[in-house]
């Protein structure tokens, strides 16, 4: 575009940078100190050997009467006689930190470096970033301008920090409006952990819908969430507590049961939708598991356990324990992700929709992998549609695969 404008004479490139001060101007004492001494013939970086410079012990941590930051008020920490010079008393307000706090996490217990040259380039870059649209214009962008500091300063091999970003979106009051104290619209955590348990709280966080948009909050439908949770509790689980009679230990048929088809359905249908963060429809197929599997008189244990598996990282605490009672001295942590077959994850049937000239006649169960020929066939056979296409010219044949079928007459 820029070249087109550039052509035609209507415009030229231009490059503008802007940076705020990241908050330096509003100095405070907790931030990170300047590795800096001021001496007679001006400021003077501290030697690697006197590092990192830390905070002192300060008795008031408000700037000094005339002006001065906080750590202007620690005197015996400021002064360095030996050295005729006096420290900077200036911070960066933890936003240096905050910066490259992700560099820190590779190797945090390094007391040589800020890290690991080696350990550096086999982590970096971060696969997914999450947060909130507030971090697009404050952290991300600064953290990404130091990165590429760091990278031209040979100190980093990746020029670009994060590979993937999602920024979520903000949780509203009930009322709709943005949490305030100032509107009385704040809702406690704590209160719904007390009422419902922390699983119903990070499980209705998920099920609210898009990760990405804004959503208000609504305490009712968390209830909603507390009902399912009970619900697959008491599939599971009799009222002695331990697993219910109808959990048996069996062998799966080679000719797989209609709810092992629909649990390996489940399985690929909440691993895919985890990897694209759409936790809401993952919730959503669990709940529709568990619809299925309530309907049976007897369940398989091997299923059981699966679905167990698929229930943790939504609900960790009801997973854990469902875990334990069905046998397991150990942690659910470290079991592998459960596996699906492909050939399992087919419908034998599917219901269709016939419609002539848009409007619904009939529907039909047929085959899943009938061809659009054999399901035009099928359709033309129902009475219900046959009504509206005698006597009628079919100028089109519309089928949609495993969904509908639509007969345009004149």
């Not at 001065?68 to 900077?88: C, G, H, Q, Y």
């Not at 490259?100 to 350990?119: C, H, I, T, V």
């Not at 009930?174 to 009422?195: A, F, H, T, Y």
Request: proline fraction near 6%; hydrophobic fraction near 40%.
């Amino acid at each position: 575009m820029i070249d087109w404008l550039e052509e035609k004479k209507l415009g030229a490139r231009t490059v503008n940078y802007k940076l705020r001060d990241w908050l330096f101007s509003r100095q405070r004492y907790w931030g990170e100190p300047f590795p800096v001494i001021h001496t007679e013939d001006g400021p003077t970086l501290l030697p690697d050997e006197e590092l990192p410079v830390l905070l002192p012990e300060v008795e008031q941590y408000q700037p000094t009467e005339d002006g001065e930051p906080p750590l202007a008020r620690a005197a015996r920490w400021v002064d360095l006689p030996e050295k005729n010079a006096r420290r900077e008393t200036n911070t960066m307000p933890q936003w240096a930190g905050s910066c490259w706090y992700y560099l820190r996490f590779l190797d945090p217990k390094n007391s040589k470096a800020a890290w690991d040259k080696d350990l550096e380039e086999y982590w970096m870059p971060v696969d997914l970033y999450v947060g909130g649209v507030e971090h697009a214009v404050l952290h991300l962008l600064y953290s990404r301008f130091w990165h590429h500091v760091l990278y031209d300063l040979g100190l980093v091999s990746t020029q670009e920090p994060f590979q993937r970003l999602v920024n979520q979106g903000m949780i509203l009051g009930e009322d709709n409006q943005k949490m305030s104290k100032s509107r009385g619209n704040v809702v406690n955590p704590d209160d719904l952990i007390d009422d419902y348990g922390a699983d119903t709280l990070r499980m209705y966080e998920m099920f609210m819908g898009p990760l990405e948009q804004v959503k208000p909050w609504n305490t009712k439908a968390a209830g909603g969430i507390y009902k399912f949770l009970n619900r697959a509790w008491h599939a599971l689980i009799g009222e002695d507590g331990t697993p219910r009679s109808s959990i048996v230990d069996a062998v799966i048929p080679a000719e797989a049961s209609a709810l092992e088809k629909s649990l390996h359905r489940t399985i690929k249908k909440v691993g895919s939708d985890i990897e694209d963060m759409k936790f809401h429809t993952a919730i959503a197929a669990l709940m529709s598991f568990l619809n299925v599997a309530t309907d049976s008189k007897e369940l398989d244990l091997s299923i059981a356990k699966r679905f167990v598996l698929l229930l943790a990282p939504f609900a960790p605490h009801l997973g854990e324990e469902l875990w334990q009672l069905f046998g397991s001295d150990n942690t659910l942590a470290y079991e592998p992700w459960p596996e699906f077959d492909e050939a399992l994850t087919k419908l034998d049937t599917v219901t269709i929709a016939v419609q002539v000239n848009g409007k619904l006649r009939d529907t039909i169960e047929v085959d899943a992998e009938l061809d659009k020929e054999q399901l035009l066939a099928l359709a033309k056979e129902s009475e219900k549609v046959a009504t509206y296409l005698e006597g009628k010219e079919i100028k089109r044949e519309i089928v949609v695969p495993k969904r509908l079928v639509n007969f345009v007459v004149a």
